[in-house]
């Protein structure tokens, strides 16, 4: 059995983002190397104190604190490269699990619903690239955020108890304009992404639609719709802008501050100027020290609120991921895959679909037994496709009972693993006509694609323009016929105890219909084998007809 999809949970952003992005935890050697940062900022503070009190001492007295400054700014530089180089890998090993899971949950999707393909494909590529700032730079940020700064003041507080508490008092308003920053930061991030989906979906759509557009005159109302759609973006990334500038703008004022309030206080000790008694006398090599080290107090933070941001953005982009996603492992629909043809028994099966008032098909019930061919006919809108699609997981069992070979098909167990499929729409993709064919069964030798196109009545088009001829995604230079042939080569093609036929000779002539319906008559032989159609010829070749009634 195959997991192929799972049900939805009701998570929060937090949820969501923690389960699937690596915990913090496990970005440990970022933060390792930010932390390691500081302390070798710590270095470079006493560097720099030691050296100024020797200036005058000679470059003997001078040098060890020289070499002390310059190995600290080289560890300094080490670190953050191989910090950033750490949080890129996690990134965009995050990013691939999350797109490869997208891509899987799209596949296995029921058609419709309300997404469009391009607002789906803005979700795998743009919203998924919003979690490459929340892991490569938040997650690591914030762990050294909240141990590193403690790290500075125990050792400003070694040096100066006083600058040490500057430091902490500071802290406060820091903080809270980091908050206020924070939330103004995500309602804008959440409004800049619906713009962004909403252009990059409209976007993608109108591209795969310009045909019909050019055919019917629309570009124009297009072209402005576009434009409005992407002014919106602009003027949404400005606002987002205008936050991120105004809150970088307000902790660099704090912690600006915090550093002048430390040098004032140094400075004045020092000179023995302070207008209020203290309970301590500085010399140069602490102020500097501490001057020197007040930078550093903030510097983890001001990091992480650099890339606050990114955790907006990170947190409204899961928002808009399918729950699917997210659900806990474990829970999952199953693919049935039996070996040999199975029975298939319907009993009083209804498929209603989901804001439809009336259901596609009710009280339907067929046995099936294992090889035999089953014609499905009916006026159109009966509901033949619907049945098919039951058995494929692509439509809801709303009542009644499916079994295969007695196992119940439930909401949560589809046929499609077992099943070679010809739909009514069949799937082209940007690619060669082997490649099209050999969908169906990636493992398919050369020789077996080859024969399949030959037996589906492709002969002619091979002939013409080979195996390796280039299609384009809307199928274009395929006529209507080579597509349903394409459709049924993949079906022959794949190995599979079922058949579903739906409409497979539509748009063919008579002479095509016929030499079809003798290599579907062929293939049929040791599948059990479900064929919706409206053609009387192909129904004859069925052991059974079963006949659907219109629903009022
Ligand atoms: N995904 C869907 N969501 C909502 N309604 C649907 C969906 N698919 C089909 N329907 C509705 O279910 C009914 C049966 O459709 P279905 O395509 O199964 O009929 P059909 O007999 O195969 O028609 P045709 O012969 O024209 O192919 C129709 O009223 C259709 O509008």
Redesign the pocket.
């Not at 940062?37 to 001492?57: H, K, M, P």
């Not at 190995?71 to 490269?81: K, P, T």
């Not at 493992?443 to 013409?464: F, S």
């Given at each position: 059995m195959r997991s192929i999809s799972a049900r939805p949970d009701p998570l929060d952003a937090v949820q969501r983002l923690a389960r699937i992005v690596p915990p913090a935890a496990r970005l440990w050697p970022a933060t390792a190397l930010l932390v390691g940062d500081t302390l070798a900022g710590i270095g470079f503070a006493a560097g720099i104190s030691g050296a100024v009190v020797q200036v005058a001492a000679g470059w003997g007295a001078l040098l060890p604190w020289v070499v002390l400054v310059v190995a600290a700014g080289m560890v300094r530089g080490g670190c953050a490269l191989l910090a950033a180089r750490i949080g890129a890998e996690a990134a965009q090993r995050t990013k691939r699990g999350v797109r490869a899971a997208l891509v899987t949950d799209l596949l296995a999707r029921?058609?419709?619903g309300r997404a469009t393909t391009g607002t789906l494909l803005a979700t795998c590529v743009d919203e998924v690239e919003a979690l490459d700032g929340y892991v490569a730079r938040f997650l690591p940020a914030r762990s050294a955020g909240a141990l590193a700064p403690l790290l500075v003041l125990a050792v400003t507080a070694i040096a100066s108890p006083i600058a040490a508490a500057i430091l902490g008092i500071t802290l406060i308003p820091f903080v809270a304009a980091m908050i206020l920053a924070g939330g103004a930061a995500a309602e804008e991030s959440r409004r800049q992404f619906g713009a962004l989906s909403r252009l990059s979906g409209l976007f993608a759509d109108r591209i795969r639609a310009l045909p019909i557009l050019l055919a019917f005159g629309g570009e124009q109302r297009e072209a402005e719709r576009l434009g409005t759609a992407s002014d919106d973006v602009a003027l949404r990334t400005m606002r987002v802008l205008r936050v991120a500038f105004l809150s970088s703008a307000s902790l660099e004022f704090f912690a600006a501050l915090s550093v002048a309030l430390v040098a004032v206080y140094a400075g004045f000790n020092l000179l023995g100027l302070l207008p209020f008694p203290v309970p301590e006398k500085l010399d140069l090599a602490r102020a500097f020290f501490v001057l020197a080290l007040a930078p550093e107090f903030y510097l983890p933070m001001r990091r992480l609120a650099a890339a606050y941001h990114d955790k907006q953005a990170a947190q409204t982009a899961v928002e808009r991921f399918p729950d699917v996603l997210f659900a806990p492992p474990g829970v999952t629909v199953a693919a049935l895959a039996p070996e040999t043809a199975p029975r298939i028994t319907l009993t009083d099966v209804a498929i209603a679909?989901p804001?439809?008032d009336a259901p596609?098909i009710a009280n339907v019930s067929i046995d099936i037994a294992p090889c035999e061919i089953v014609a499905v006919v009916?006026p159109?809108?009966?509901?033949?496709?619907?049945?098919l699609h039951l058995l494929l997981g692509l439509?809801p069992l709303s009542a009644g009972r499916v079994t295969i070979d007695g196992v119940d098909l439930g909401a949560e167990i589809s046929l499609a693993a077992a099943s070679a499929w010809v739909g009514?729409t069949p799937l082209i993709i940007p690619a060669t006509l082997r490649a099209n064919i050999a969908l169906a069964w990636p493992t398919a030798t050369a020789d077996e694609i080859e024969q399949a196109a030959l037996r589906a009545g492709l002969g002619p088009m091979l002939a013409a323009r080979g195996l390796d001829a280039p299609i384009d995604a809307r199928g274009g230079g395929l006529s209507g016929g080579e597509i349903r042939r394409i459709a049924l080569a993949r079906a022959l093609l794949k190995p599979s105890a079922v058949l579903l036929l739906d409409?497979p000779t539509a748009h063919l002539d008579q002479a095509g219909e016929a030499a079809l319906v003798e290599t579907i008559r062929a293939a049929c032989r040791g599948s059990t084998t479900l064929i919706?159609t409206?053609s009387a010829v192909l129904a004859a070749i069925a052991d059974r007809i079963v006949s659907?009634e219109p629903r009022a």
């Amino acid at each position: 059995m195959r997991s192929i999809s799972a049900r939805p949970d009701p998570l929060d952003a937090v949820q969501r983002l923690a389960r699937i992005v690596p915990p913090a935890a496990r970005l440990w050697p970022a933060t390792a190397l930010l932390v390691g940062d500081t302390l070798a900022g710590i270095g470079f503070a006493a560097g720099i104190s030691g050296a100024v009190v020797q200036v005058a001492a000679g470059w003997g007295a001078l040098l060890p604190w020289v070499v002390l400054v310059v190995a600290a700014g080289m560890v300094r530089g080490g670190c953050a490269l191989l910090a950033a180089r750490i949080g890129a890998e996690a990134a965009q090993r995050t990013k691939r699990g999350v797109r490869a899971a997208l891509v899987t949950d799209l596949l296995a999707r029921a058609p419709g619903g309300r997404a469009t393909t391009g607002t789906l494909l803005a979700t795998c590529v743009d919203e998924v690239e919003a979690l490459d700032g929340y892991v490569a730079r938040f997650l690591p940020a914030r762990s050294a955020g909240a141990l590193a700064p403690l790290l500075v003041l125990a050792v400003t507080a070694i040096a100066s108890p006083i600058a040490a508490a500057i430091l902490g008092i500071t802290l406060i308003p820091f903080v809270a304009a980091m908050i206020l920053a924070g939330g103004a930061a995500a309602e804008e991030s959440r409004r800049q992404f619906g713009a962004l989906s909403r252009l990059s979906g409209l976007f993608a759509d109108r591209i795969r639609a310009l045909p019909i557009l050019l055919a019917f005159g629309g570009e124009q109302r297009e072209a402005e719709r576009l434009g409005t759609a992407s002014d919106d973006v602009a003027l949404r990334t400005m606002r987002v802008l205008r936050v991120a500038f105004l809150s970088s703008a307000s902790l660099e004022f704090f912690a600006a501050l915090s550093v002048a309030l430390v040098a004032v206080y140094a400075g004045f000790n020092l000179l023995g100027l302070l207008p209020f008694p203290v309970p301590e006398k500085l010399d140069l090599a602490r102020a500097f020290f501490v001057l020197a080290l007040a930078p550093e107090f903030y510097l983890p933070m001001r990091r992480l609120a650099a890339a606050y941001h990114d955790k907006q953005a990170a947190q409204t982009a899961v928002e808009r991921f399918p729950d699917v996603l997210f659900a806990p492992p474990g829970v999952t629909v199953a693919a049935l895959a039996p070996e040999t043809a199975p029975r298939i028994t319907l009993t009083d099966v209804a498929i209603a679909y989901p804001g439809s008032d009336a259901p596609a098909i009710a009280n339907v019930s067929i046995d099936i037994a294992p090889c035999e061919i089953v014609a499905v006919v009916g006026p159109s809108g009966s509901g033949k496709s619907s049945l098919l699609h039951l058995l494929l997981g692509l439509a809801p069992l709303s009542a009644g009972r499916v079994t295969i070979d007695g196992v119940d098909l439930g909401a949560e167990i589809s046929l499609a693993a077992a099943s070679a499929w010809v739909g009514q729409t069949p799937l082209i993709i940007p690619a060669t006509l082997r490649a099209n064919i050999a969908l169906a069964w990636p493992t398919a030798t050369a020789d077996e694609i080859e024969q399949a196109a030959l037996r589906a009545g492709l002969g002619p088009m091979l002939a013409a323009r080979g195996l390796d001829a280039p299609i384009d995604a809307r199928g274009g230079g395929l006529s209507g016929g080579e597509i349903r042939r394409i459709a049924l080569a993949r079906a022959l093609l794949k190995p599979s105890a079922v058949l579903l036929l739906d409409e497979p000779t539509a748009h063919l002539d008579q002479a095509g219909e016929a030499a079809l319906v003798e290599t579907i008559r062929a293939a049929c032989r040791g599948s059990t084998t479900l064929i919706a159609t409206h053609s009387a010829v192909l129904a004859a070749i069925a052991d059974r007809i079963v006949s659907l009634e219109p629903r009022a």
